[in-house]
């Protein structure tokens, strides 16, 4: 595997790490996210909660407060009342005067202050506006006899106290512009004798409570809400919400429509604070009449009751909770940059460890390998030379004690059997010397343009008359033009080692033929050296180029050799870029298929 590959592997397994600690990070970073943000709301829900539940109770008190003085305010003029109603009318109605103005004009807080007798007849009413107090003409006085609060101020027990729904003020059947919210409070006057003489009525300025609750509230998140018992806006979301039970057109102006759910929990409740989609709501409930006249008549007109909400939209609260969160922002990068890159160096690292360990193992049993090969090739060595050597030895013998004695034909025939012992020896050394400098990384090669047929010319002439002494044609069918681009020496050793191993497997009268072509891509050209000779079975085309497991047999006329030849052409071969294909069948022969890189173009 090459330098480039293998770096490129190990860079994609480094980045393969990487992203593995890089998810495993992501899912903690989200667990812990999800935990600080669940954390954070629940904590900024409670301050909240506390927050909105003090402002609601806050202005509730405060409307509280005002209720009770506007009650107080009442029960002395009902008192003062009372204490004049022994004088004569001129006398009760002068004090009665003088009184109501002089409150009126400390008070401020009073539209209208008069007395109506038990018929509904006004007796004495003083007008307050702008910090101005008018006492009304007797020929202006109205009889308010059918006025529901006349009715309903009737039939009121001594030191009782009612309170009208808060409205906006009409004047001649139509609403007075700007808004004018009023309240009417009254209270019954008893003379000593225990009988109902009239009763004192005061217009309360509505906006006072409006304004006061609008000013109070110290809520940074919530809006205050301010309604009446029919879920109508006196302080609304929106101005355009508010009173709309004054006109026909924003009749379903209420929070009984805008909010359906969260209504009814405010309207059974008289406080709480609870959550929803839409958000946090905390209410207080206000009721200006007393527990007494609440249970007489919870439905009728007499019957009040006021809802102070602090609401906190969802978004706002989400918004405020994202806030808190945020300045975890910052620490979150940070910490995601510095884990990011110990991540890629400690998966650098660690491929790093694990690439040098996996290389080690692999030269280990490369070794193994080696050392083995090299033990059973020289095993092979040992053996294949044992037998020459022997008969070199004993045909030496024969030419030293013998040679007197022999006939000329006998001496010749020793002299050549020397001479094929001794050439095999060379052979056999020769591959040996080949295949220790290939191990050794010792054996150089020199890539050169090569005419293929020149080269094959000096091969098969080489080979020549070996193969006539066995009757096999030895045919050189190789064009003219072909030129590869490998080490000549090399080459020359794979098609002599080939060509020879065909002409020891070939019988008498048999052929080899050699024929070459240019592919059609242009990148190779291919050799055949095709025999008719024995031929190999599946078993031996196995373990052709595998040291140990090659078997030597002799050749049809008994040639000796060992097997390696074929394993030097295919390292060769390999070392030249190229390729090697055997195909074989018993008694049909062999065909060594050669590819080799064509010589680059010049221009």
């Given at each position: 595997?090459?330098?480039?590959?293998?770096?490129?592997?190990?860079?994609?397994?480094?980045?393969?790490?990487?992203?593995?600690?890089?998810?495993?990070?992501?899912?903690?970073?989200?667990?812990?996210?999800?935990?600080?943000?669940?954390?954070?709301?629940?904590?900024?829900?409670?301050?909240?909660?506390?927050?909105?539940?003090?402002?609601?109770?806050?202005?509730?008190?405060?409307?509280?407060?005002?209720?009770?003085?506007?009650?107080?305010?009442?029960?002395?003029?009902?008192?003062?009342?009372?204490?004049?109603?022994?004088?004569?009318?001129?006398?009760?109605?002068?004090?009665?005067?003088?009184?109501?103005?002089?409150?009126?004009?400390?008070?401020?807080?009073?539209?209208?202050?008069?007395?109506?007798?038990?018929?509904?007849?006004?007796?004495?009413?003083?007008?307050?506006?702008?910090?101005?107090?008018?006492?009304?003409?007797?020929?202006?006085?109205?009889?308010?006899?059918?006025?529901?609060?006349?009715?309903?101020?009737?039939?009121?027990?001594?030191?009782?106290?009612?309170?009208?729904?808060?409205?906006?003020?009409?004047?001649?059947?139509?609403?007075?512009?700007?808004?004018?919210?009023?309240?009417?409070?009254?209270?019954?006057?008893?003379?000593?004798?225990?009988?109902?003489?009239?009763?004192?009525?005061?217009?309360?300025?509505?906006?006072?409570?409006?304004?006061?609750?609008?000013?109070?509230?110290?809520?940074?998140?919530?809006?205050?809400?301010?309604?009446?018992?029919?879920?109508?806006?006196?302080?609304?979301?929106?101005?355009?919400?508010?009173?709309?039970?004054?006109?026909?057109?924003?009749?379903?102006?209420?929070?009984?429509?805008?909010?359906?759910?969260?209504?009814?929990?405010?309207?059974?409740?008289?406080?709480?604070?609870?959550?929803?989609?839409?958000?946090?709501?905390?209410?207080?409930?206000?009721?200006?009449?007393?527990?007494?006249?609440?249970?007489?008549?919870?439905?009728?007109?007499?019957?009040?009751?006021?809802?102070?909400?602090?609401?906190?939209?969802?978004?706002?609260?989400?918004?405020?909770?994202?806030?808190?969160?945020?300045?975890?922002?910052?620490?979150?990068?940070?910490?995601?940059?510095?884990?990011?890159?110990?991540?890629?160096?400690?998966?650098?690292?660690?491929?790093?460890?694990?690439?040098?360990?996996?290389?080690?193992?692999?030269?280990?049993?490369?070794?193994?390998?080696?050392?083995?090969?090299?033990?059973?090739?020289?095993?092979?060595?040992?053996?294949?030379?044992?037998?020459?050597?022997?008969?070199?030895?004993?045909?030496?013998?024969?030419?030293?004690?013998?040679?007197?004695?022999?006939?000329?034909?006998?001496?010749?025939?020793?002299?050549?059997?020397?001479?094929?012992?001794?050439?095999?020896?060379?052979?056999?050394?020769?591959?040996?010397l080949q295949w220790a400098r290939l191990q050794t990384d010792k054996l150089a090669v020199s890539l050169e343009e090569v005419n293929m047929n020149e080269m094959l010319f000096e091969t098969v002439d080489l080979l020549q008359k070996t193969a006539s002494q066995k009757q096999i044609t030895l045919t050189n069918e190789i064009p003219d033009g072909l030129k590869i681009y490998a080490d000549d020496e090399m080459i020359k050793t794979v098609f002599r080692n080939i060509?020879?191993?065909?002409?020891?497997?070939?019988?008498?009268?048999?052929?080899?033929?050699?024929?070459?072509?240019?592919?059609?891509?242009?990148?190779w050209v291919e050799v055949k050296i095709q025999d008719n000779g024995v031929g190999m079975d599946k078993e031996q085309l196995k373990n052709l180029f595998r040291i140990g497991k090659v078997k030597s047999k002799p050749g049809t006329a008994n040639e000796k050799g060992t097997g390696l030849g074929l394993i030097l052409c295919k390292e060769f071969i390999d070392l030249n870029n190229g390729k090697l294909t055997v195909e074989s069948e018993p008694g049909k022969g062999?065909?060594?298929?050669?590819?080799?890189?064509?010589?680059?173009?010049?221009?």
């Open positions: 595997m090459n330098n480039n590959l293998t770096h490129k592997i190990n860079q994609k397994k480094t980045v393969a790490l990487f992203f593995v600690f890089v998810f495993g990070y992501l899912i903690i970073l989200i667990l812990l996210i999800g935990v600080l943000y669940f954390s954070t709301e629940k904590r900024v829900k409670s301050e909240i909660k506390s927050e909105e539940r003090y402002t609601c109770l806050k202005t509730s008190d405060i409307t509280n407060e005002i209720v009770r003085q506007i009650k107080s305010d009442v029960l002395f003029l009902t008192r003062q009342t009372k204490s004049f109603s022994e004088q004569s009318k001129y006398e009760f109605e002068k004090h009665l005067v003088e009184t109501f103005y002089e409150f009126a004009l400390s008070k401020e807080t009073y539209n209208q202050i008069r007395y109506i007798d038990v018929s509904g007849k006004e007796k004495v009413r003083i007008n307050y506006s702008e910090g101005k107090a008018e006492i009304v003409e007797k020929k202006k006085l109205q009889d308010k006899s059918k006025r529901y609060y006349f009715q309903e101020i009737k039939r009121l027990p001594q030191d009782s106290v009612f309170f009208s729904p808060m409205d906006l003020n009409v004047e001649k059947d139509a609403i007075e512009i700007p808004f004018k919210p009023m309240i009417r409070i009254g209270s019954p006057v008893f003379n000593r004798q225990q009988e109902l003489t009239g009763m004192v009525v005061a217009n309360f300025f509505g906006d006072i409570i409006i304004d006061k609750l609008i000013s109070e509230d110290e809520s940074n998140n919530g809006e205050i809400l301010f309604l009446n018992k029919n879920g109508y806006y006196f302080i609304g979301l929106e101005k355009d919400v508010e009173w709309g039970f004054m006109f026909d057109e924003k009749k379903d102006k209420t929070f009984f429509y805008d909010f359906p759910e969260e209504s009814k929990m405010v309207y059974e409740g008289q406080e709480g604070t609870f959550s929803t989609a839409k958000g946090m709501f905390t209410f207080a409930t206000v009721n200006p009449l007393s527990k007494e006249l609440m249970d007489e008549d919870k439905k009728g007109p007499n019957f009040l009751q006021w809802k102070l909400i602090s609401f906190v939209p969802a978004k706002e609260l989400n918004l405020i909770i994202l806030n808190e969160v945020k300045s975890w922002w910052f620490i979150f990068v940070f910490m995601s940059l510095i884990f990011v890159t110990l991540f890629w160096f400690l998966s650098r690292n660690i491929n790093l460890k694990i690439e040098a360990r996996r290389q080690l193992v692999e030269r280990n049993k490369e070794l193994s390998y080696a050392n083995a090969t090299k033990d059973k090739f020289f095993s092979i060595i040992a053996h294949d030379l044992k037998s020459p050597f022997a008969g070199l030895l004993g045909l030496s013998e024969v030419l030293a004690e013998n040679a007197a004695n022999l006939s000329e034909e006998k001496l010749n025939s020793v002299t050549r059997s020397v001479f094929t012992t001794a050439k095999n020896i060379f052979v056999l050394l020769e591959n040996l060509i020879s191993n065909a002409v020891k497997f070939t019988s008498a009268g048999g052929e080899i033929k050699l024929s070459a072509s240019a592919k059609s891509d242009d990148k062999t065909l060594f298929s050669v590819f080799l890189p064509v010589a680059p173009h010049r221009k």
